[in-house]
């Protein structure tokens, strides 16, 4: 048999290049990747520390909107600058160094203040897939958070200060098919069989060298039959199936020992959890219309699938585990499975592009190859409903979470999201950041601010005047370290926003790093 032709030298070099981070989200989310743009304001030591995050993975270009020139203070933290930079505009240094880092990035970089563009060219933003900002005014956030919620563009505003950093998310509604879920069931429809596996089950004896879910099959089989057509529910059940199994051992028989291991995880597949089960009856899904895009149509024709042709069941993934057995009994099985999903993606596509015909949309806003990965993913799809940044600043605001009792946990984090905040009040006060001119008498302004935004928010408990002093000692200054990390952390973020794959934070990241604790709330 000849061998494949060898990919170009090209696309071979780049596969070498992101090896690693395609087997993390595929080479379609590389390529989602790659053709994505985003913005970053202001290129601080973290700003661009998020920045080197996304492209040495290969981000499709970036732009930096920053009016400011390089002081000392900048090259004291920033990584990326010198002191031969000083006096140079921001925006376009730390965009010709980030650039090196990869020659495959578009950079771009634009020497305004962002408060005249969200006046007078609020459409700027709509070419970017997230906009960054980082340490931004308490007004600019508002402002900013009320623009990019209206374009339905993710935001993610984040400041570092000293051994503190805080990065908060806004989205508006965010569709992901790919989650990756750490325990990912395996849809194997034993309770369910198709006719096609019913089929090839009953042309299959059991052997040493068949796969174990032959052996599993026939023998749940036996037991369903002795049991009145029950399938194993509850503990007690399947130790007794997997004492059946063990029951028809002839020796060491590595596919029996392999089934009776799987019994546990073997059963449920198909069955819509109540997640999904909510996401299709949700009106964005019932009823679509000219407005929705590809990730509704799909879920409507999903949810038609499923309520006939699937009678109550998910489209087959068609996806099998690994196990042991002779090369052509595996493949074999494995085919059944497949060609039954191809089956059930057929269908669900025939649906889908009847409703684009039917909302006069674009046959290619919806390829037969989308409509197959969202059928494999189906059983973990998800939204995120996101909240309105600008909300968390309305004295009304009702939070999800009861921020007295996280207050009084013992090394919680909350104190320090207080005191970020009242950071943020200080600046829209004062017109400086605490600790620029002394850090002693700011502290006792800080504790002032914080104390009005927790009785404002009807809580008693008083905050560290620790947590105060150590903004205040700082002055605003970032450390590099610790804008490098929270740097990092923001970009995975960031890319998971971008190819839609994997679940973001949701909607508050904390940062210590004199403890080097984490901690996400969502607000």
Known sequence: MSSPAPKSPEMSDKSRK?????????????TVLENAHVCLINATALGTEILKGIVLPGIGGFTIVDHRTITEEDVGCNFFLDLESIGQSRAKRCMQLLQELNPDVNGDYLDEHVEPLIDGQPDFFRSFDVVIATCISQRTILRLSNVLWDQNIPLIVARSVGFYGVARLQLREHCIIETHPDNKPTDLRLEHPFEGLKKHMDETEITNKVPWLVVLYK???????????????NYREKSDLREMIRSKMEGE??????AIKAVNSSFGGGTPSTAVREMLQDHRCVNVNTESNAFWIMARALKDFVENEGNGLLPLPGVLPDMTADTNSYINLQNVYRNQAAHDAEIVFRRARQLLKELNKPNDLITEKDVRLFCREAANITVVQGTKLTDEFDKGYH??????????????????????????????????????????????????????????????????????????????????????????????????????????????FIYDGSTLQTQIYKL
């Not at 023998?219 to 529910?233: F, M």
């Not at 028989?253 to 392999?258: A, G, R, Y």
């Open 219 to 233: 023998i749940l089989q036996e037991w369903v039959a002795a049991h009145d057509g029950r399938y194993p529910s």
């Open 399 to 508: 939070r999800e979470m009861n921020i007295s009792s996280v207050l009084e946990t013992p090394n919680s984090l909350m104190g320090h999201y207080i005191v970020l905040r009242a950071l943020d009040q200080f600046q829209a006060d004062y017109g400086c950041l605490p600790g620029e001119s002394e850090a002693e008498s700011d502290t006792g302004g800080m504790k002032s601010l914080a104390a009005k935004m927790l009785s404002e928010w009807g809580i008693g408990t008083p905050l560290s005047d620790d947590l105060a002093y150590e903004i205040c000692r700082y002055g605003g200054a970032e450390i590099h370290s610790v804008s490098a990390f929270l740097g990092g952390c923001i970009a995975h973020e960031l890319i998971k926003l971008v190819t839609k794959q994997y679940r973001p934070f949701d909607n508050t």
């Open 18 to 30: 992101y090896d690693r981070q395609i087997r993390l989200w595929g080479e379609h989310g590389q």
């Open 253 to 258: 028989q590595e596919n029996f020992e392999e």
